[in-house]
């Protein structure tokens, strides 16, 4: 019953497809620049797909410096974001794709520039710029994968922030919209969530004699431990749970000293 909320390889790879989309399409109308430039932002492109990460950035750099006043820059913008990201040097990631959203004149670029800013503000805690940033982009996908992870992840944003009425309406539309999506299994986790805070889980046993042992065993280093039952796969479990947090960030602050109790204690949702 342990999810991730945000998976860096998974999500690198959903932004991998929309980077060579994004550098297609650009090509493929390319009459305003030389062939050099087609074939800077082509290699760019081979080398991102290829996870040729700096190899990447540096064709991306290349086009920038020499077509800067292009109609197509903010597509190597956007390529050069995506080295710099899947690199985690996440400033600079985030300048580029800054430039991006200024220079592009595609609204499926800026939604899927927008969907990224949100991801980079997820990963530097950041979940009101992260709503901000999904808001606007899930104005501009279409309704067609990957606006299902986009959904998602502004849902978790969305709660991390205590909007729990808005991110159960987009948690649902994963559910309802997308029922064989990767995200439509941690999106019904999500909406088994009732509770408007946040909690420890530590444990989920079949027998609640288990469950009742690792109680007594957290609340004897002063831990406020409790049980829950629910029902999985038609039979009852048992998940042991500390604390009740109005935000994510006090739960992740008391996150390590659970921890030293039980390494892989997690907070959820």
Not at 11 to 36: D, F, K, N, Q, Y
Not at 86 to 108: I, V
Not at 111 to 127: E, F, N, R, T, W
Request: net charge positive; charged share 25%.
């Amino acid at each position: 019953m342990k999810a991730n909320l945000v998976n860096p390889t998974r999500v690198a790879h959903r932004l991998a497809l929309w980077a060579m989309g994004t550098c297609l399409i650009a090509c493929s109308g390319c009459v305003t620049i030389s062939p050099e430039g087609v074939s800077l932002l082509q290699g760019a492109n081979a080398d991102y797909t290829s996870n040729r990460w700096p190899e990447a950035e540096t064709q991306a750099a290349t086009f920038i410096q020499k077509y800067g006043e292009s109609p197509v820059v903010a597509e190597a913008y956007y390529l050069r974001g995506m080295a710099r990201l899947q690199q985690k040097q996440y400033a600079t990631a985030e300048a580029d794709f800054q430039k991006s959203l200024e220079r592009s004149n595609r609204k499926d670029l800026t939604a899927k520039v927008h969907s990224i800013l949100g991801y980079l503000a997820m990963v530097q805690d950041k979940p009101e710029k992260a709503v901000e940033h999904y808001g606007q982009a899930l104005a501009g996908l279409e309704e067609r994968p990957p606006k299902d992870e986009a959904y998602f992840r502004y849902a978790v944003a969305l709660q991390r922030v205590g909007r729990w009425d808005e991110a159960r309406i987009n948690l649902a539309r994963v559910v309802d919209g997308y029922p064989t999506s990767e995200f439509a299994s941690r999106a019904k986790r999500r909406l088994a969530w009732t509770s408007r805070f946040f909690s420890i889980q530590c444990g989920l046993y079949s027998q609640i004699k288990n469950a009742d042992r690792q109680v007594q065993q957290l609340q004897s280093v002063g831990l406020a431990a409790r049980r829950s039952m629910l029902i999985l796969n038609g039979e009852p479990r048992y998940v042991v749970y500390v604390g009740s947090y109005p935000t994510y960030n006090e739960a992740r602050i008391d996150l390590p000293r659970v921890r030293t109790v039980v390494q892989d204690a997690l907070v959820v949702p």
